[in-house]
C-alpha cells in the first residue's frame, strides 16, 4: 500500500482518519499502532512479524539497559541491540549480494536465498537501535509502555521511508499531542504538494528518464545523455521528498512534529552543502551514531579523513547492496575529504553560482553511480555525458522540444522560488496581493489533489523509489 494510490486515498485514510479522532485520549495510540500494523500487512503479511521482533526486542534491551545505568552490565543489552538489529538488516538485505559475491570470487556454489528485502527495514532498525543507544547514553528515558513505543517504531507515515525519527523527536507526543484545526490545516495541505510532487513530477520525469536509459550508451549524444540523468535528478528528488512531505504532513495532522528530510538541495555550492540539505535525517544520524562516536574531527587530519570515508562507505552500503552504491558512496566520500582539505576554500573565492554549477554536475555524476548498477553501464553512460556519442543529435532536439516544460518546472520546484513567491504575497501590503495569497492557498491545494488523484486513477502502480533500499 503507497500513499499515491487509490486504496490508500480513499478507503484505509478516510477509515483511519475516522476511527482516530472518534477515538478518546490514551486510544489514539492503540488506533495509530493497530492501523500502521494493518498497513504494513497489507504489503508485508509475513515480515509484519520482523519488524514486531525488532520492536520488542529494543523495548527489552532500552529497560535493561535503563535498569543497569551507570554499570558495566548496561553495555550488554547495548551490544545485544546494535547487534541483533544489524543482523536483521544484513541478513535480508545483504546475504545474496555476499554470497554471490563469495560465488564469483572464490568459485564457491553457494545457492542464493532469494529473500525479499522487508519493506521499510532499513528506515526502522536505524530508529530503533538510535533508541537504545540514546537511552544508553542518557538522553533519553526508556519508554516502559510497549504500546507507545510500538507506535514510535510502527507509525505509518514515515515507516517506510522516513524520515528517520528519533526517539528523542516525538518522545512528548507519544503522550501528549494535542491537534488543532491550524495544524490539521497544515498537514493537510503538506500532503497535498507531496502527492502533487510524487504523482505529477517523479513519476513524469522517471518515463522520461526510462525512455533515455533504455537507449544504446554507445550512440547517445552527450545533450541526451545530460537530460536524461537531469530527469533523474529530479525523479528521485521529488518522489523521496514528496514522501517526506506527505509523512510530515500526516504526522502533523495527528499531532506529530516530524523533523524535515530536505531543503532545497539542488541550489547548494558544495557537496558539504548538498548532504546537509539532502535526506537531512540520514546523515544527522550517521553524524551523531558513527562519525562523532569515532572521533569526528577532534583527533587530527589523518582520523578525520578516515572518519569521513567510513560513514559514507557506510551511507553508500546502506542504500542497498551492489558495487555501484559503494563507488556512489566512495565519489561523495572523496569529494568532501578534497572540500575539507581545500577545494571547499577554493570554491569560497568564486561567486556563489560556480559552487552551485560544480556541485550540481558533481551531483549528476554521483546519480549515474547510483542508478545504473553494473560497470559497463555506468562507464557506457558516462562517456556518453563527456561526449563519446556526439554533442546533439536529432533525439536529443525531440526530447528538449517535448519535455522542455516538464523540466522547467522541475528546475523551478526543486529551488525555493515558489516559497518566495508566496511569501512575497503574504508580507506584501497590498490587499490584491493579500487576496491572492488567501486564494492561493486554499485552491493551490485543492487543484494539486485534485490532478494528482487523476494521475494515480490513470497510472495506478507508482511505488516510491525509496522503497527499494
Known amino acids: 500500500m503507497v500513499f499515491s494510490s487509490v486504496l490508500f486515498l480513499f478507503r484505509f485514510l478516510p477509515i483511519f482518519m475516522i476511527c482516530y479522532f472518534l477515538a478518546p485520549g490514551r486510544m489514539k495510540n492503540f488506533i495509530l499502532l493497530l492501523g500502521s500494523l494493518i498497513f504494513y500487512a497489507w504489503g508485508e503479511p509475513v515480515y509484519i512479524l520482523l519488524m514486531l521482533f525488532s520492536t520488542v ?15 558495566r552490565k548496561a553495555v550488554l543489552p547495548l551490544a545485544a541491540s546494535v547487534a541483533v538489529n544489524l543482523f536483521v538488516l544484513c541478513f535480508f538485505k545483504y546475504a545474496d549480494f555476499l554470497i554471490g559475491t563469495l560465488n564469483q570470487v572464490g568459485g564457491f556454489s553457494i545457492p542464493l536465498l532469494h529473500l525479499p528485502l522487508p519493506i521499510g527495514i532499513s528506515f526502522y532498525t536505524f530508529q530503533t537501535m538510535s533508541y537504545t543507544i540514546d537511552v544508553y547514553r542518557g538522553s533519553v528515558k526508556a519508554q ?12 505509518f507515515p514515515q515507516l517506510i521511508a522516513g524520515p528517520i525519527v528519533k526517539y528523542r523527536d516525538v518522545e512528548t507526543n507519544l503522550h501528549d499531542r494535542p491537534v488543532n484545526v491550524l495544524g490539521i490545516s497544515h498537514g493537510l495541505k503538506r500532503f497535498c504538494v507531496g502527492l502533487a510532487k510524487k504523482v505529477l513530477l517523479a513519476n513524469s520525469l522517471g518515463n ?10 554507445g550512440s547517445m549524444s552527450m545533450l541526451t545523455a545530460w537530460i536524461g540523468i537531469l530527469a533523474f535528478a529530479f525523479q528521485i528528488y521529488f518522489d ?45 544520524w550517521f553524524r551523531e551514531y558513527v562519525y562523532i562516536p569515532l572521533g569526528g574531527n577532534r583527533k587530527g587530519l589523518p582520523r578525520q579523513i578516515f572518519n569521513i570515508l567510513t560513514v559514507w562507505l557506510l551511507t553508500g552500503i546502506w542504500h542497498g547492496a551492489g558495487w555501484n552504491f559503494l563507488l556512489w558512496g566512495l565519489w561523495f566520500g572523496i569529494l568532501l575529504i578534497l572540500e ?19 556541485t550540481c554536475i558533481a551531483v549528476l555524476v554521483g546519480w549515474t553511480l547510483f542508478e545504473l548498477a553494473s560497470p559497463a553501464e555506468i562507464t557506457g553512460y558516462l562517456a556518453a555525458m563527456a561526449g563519446a556519442g556526439g554533442i546533439v543529435d536529432r533525439t536529443a532536439l525531440y526530447l528538449l522540444r517535448e519535455y ?21 504575497l ?8 493579500t487576496a491572492l495569497y488567501r486564494l492561493g492557498e486554499k485552491v493551490i491545494p485543492a487543484v494539486l489533489l485534485f490532478l494528482a488523484i487523476a494521475g494515480i486513477v490513470e497510472d495506478s502502480y507508482n511505488p516510491f523509489l525509496y522503497f527499494r533500499f
Do not use: Q
Open 144 to 155: 516502559r509502555n510497549l504500546l507507545d513505543f510500538g507506535v514510535y517504531v510502527s507509525m
Open 57 to 71: 526486542t529494543d523495548y527489552a534491551n532500552g529497560l535493561l539497559i535503563e535498569r543497569f545505568r551507570g554499570t
Open 240 to 284: 523521496f521528498s514528496g514522501y517526506s512531505d506527505m509523512a510530515i504532513g500526516l504526522g502533523e495532522i495527528m499531532g506529530f512534529h516530524f523533523p524535515e528530510n530536505f531543503r532545497y538541495p539542488y541550489i547548494s555550492a558544495s557537496i558539504t552543502e548538498f548532504w546537509r540539505r539532502w535526506h537531512i535525517s540520514l546523515g544527522s
Open 208 to 217: 522520461l528518464w526510462a525512455e533515455i536509459s533504455g537507449h544504446d550508451y
Open 404 to 424: 522542455f516544460v516538464l523540466l522547467a518546472l522541475g528546475f523551478i520546484g526543486s529551488t525555493p522560488l515558489p516559497a518566495m513567491a508566496a511569501g512575497c
Open 340 to 358: 575539507k582539505l581545500f577545494l571547499g576554500k577554493v570554491l569560497s573565492w568564486f561567486p556563489r553560482v560556480v559552487g552551485v554549477l560544480y
Open 426 to 433: 503574504e508580507k506584501a501590503d497590498s490587499g490584491l496581493c
